[in-house]
């Protein structure tokens, strides 16, 4: 596993990655939707490959757009 994969991010910092508020995605930790997270030391920490799973799993596909892609 690389040093990337290991890094482990703050709300404050996913928020930033999302260009959401730190306050959605604290509400969104609380309530257990979105990636999952650890705490540390109390903290809730965010680990990258986590956060890259959830957005994978999060991918939208046009309808049209496969549509065209397997007629051509």
Known sequence: MDSK???????????????RSETAIRLS?????GPRFIKVDGRIM????EI???ERACLF?????VAL????
Not at 12 to 19: K, V
Not at 61 to 65: K, M, Q, R, S, T
């Open 5 to 19: 994969s290991n890094m482990l991010l703050s709300p404050r910092e996913l928020a930033q990655r999302w260009d």
């Open 69 to 72: 892609q397997t007629v051509c």
């Open 52 to 54: 890259q799973q959830y």
């Open 61 to 65: 596909f046009d309808p049209a757009e």
């Open 46 to 49: 965010y680990a990258m490959d």
């Open 29 to 33: 930790a609380a309530v257990g939707v």
